[in-house]
């Protein structure tokens, strides 16, 4: 599976939109995208996935830019309860297993 | 759905012991996968298993540890001998086979001294 690169760290205002970016410039056309967050003491957590085109869910959006090199995750109106360790991560659709390699995320602070 | 189920919470136990992890998948799961999280390593995959059958072990640090499968609904990963640098948090995680979403347990926090 690809690799993706993502900031270490970024800070929001609560109640602000919050782009997450992260950059996969080896995807595979059979890479989905996956996005991962990670509370504070708790396992990671599952947010959203897409592969072309950009996805909508009650947590977030997706963004995927038209040649996938890069997507963004995007958290509509912050929240404390956002801050989080957020992981993109690509994985291809003929992986035999289903197993995640997670890299090291982007740490968000949520300013009240 | 008590979701995934891990224990126990926290170990704390003293080098050269044996220590053993326990999980209960989600019922009707059928892929399991043991992590470990360190600040220096990140997230790891350790092993996974696909109908109680280990599939990909090669995450698994050394001879000292060992996971088993013997039901769909319980796994356990072993530790023996402990050693101070085996001090991490072990998540369990399953999933219906090759879907696209893994639901994670609240994680073992092991303090070997």
């Known amino acids: 599976d690809a690799k993706t690169t993502q900031p270490n760290s970024m800070e929001s205002n609560e109640e602000e939109p919050v782009h997450l970016p992260c950059n996969h410039s080896?995807?595979?056309?059979?890479?989905?995208i996956h996005w991962y967050r990670q509370l504070p003491s708790q396992g990671p957590e599952y947010v959203i996935h897409?592969?072309?085109s950009n996805v909508n869910n009650r947590m977030a959006s997706l963004a995927i830019a038209e040649d996938r090199k890069s997507s963004t995750l995007i958290l509509h109106r912050a929240t404390l309860r956002d801050a989080a360790v957020y992981y993109c991560?690509?994985?291809?659709?003929?992986?035999?297993?289903?197993?995640?390699?997670f890299g090291t995320g982007t740490s968000l602070t949520v300013i009240p | 759905d008590a979701g995934v189920i891990q224990s126990p919470r926290h170990e704390v136990t003293e080098m050269g012991q044996e220590v053993t992890l326990r999980c209960k998948p989600i019922?009707?799961?059928?892929?399991l996968f043991w992590y470990r999280q360190t600040m220096m390593r990140g997230l790891e995959l350790l092993i996974y298993?696909?109908?109680?059958?280990?599939?990909?072990d090669s995450g698994m640090p050394e001879d000292r540890f060992s996971a088993k499968m013997p039901n769909a609904s319980f796994s356990t990963l072993k530790i023996q001998p402990s050693e101070p640098r085996d001090s991490a948090v072990y998540f369990c995680?399953?999933?219906?086979?090759?879907?696209?979403?893994?639901?994670f347990g609240p994680g073992t926090r092991l303090l070997v001294l």
């Open positions: 995680a399953s999933s219906f086979l090759r879907a696209e979403t893994q639901y």
């Open positions: 080896t995807i595979s056309g059979t890479d989905y």
């Open positions: 897409g592969l072309t």
């Open positions: 991560i690509l994985r291809d659709i003929w992986n035999t297993g289903n197993q995640f390699y």
């Open positions: 019922s009707g799961h059928n892929s």
């Open positions: 298993f696909n109908n109680n059958v280990p599939i990909d």
